[in-house]
């Protein structure tokens, strides 16, 4: 997982696909907010712990999709919803 830093609110957790264009919107998104959140590429993992990221983004989203952003492990937002993560961040 990679930080970034900004104002904390809370466990902002992205799960992404390097090559995916609405996982960009939604890190470009959370950066214009300015809040903390670590990412990571999923399909750049290999072996333990791509099998790792990919079992924890199903835990909260057994679709398997991305982007998956999961807010201090309770809030799960699916795909880029801009109005939602506005919501959620504020």
Known sequence: MVRVSGRKKGDVRLYALSTCGWCAKTKDLLNSLGVEY????????SGEEFEEA???VEKY???GSFPTLIIDGSRVIVGYKEKEIREALA
Do not use: K, M
């Open 38 to 45: 670590t990412y990571v590429y999923v399909d750049l993992l």
């Open 54 to 56: 990919l079992s924890e």
């Open 61 to 63: 989203n057994p679709a």
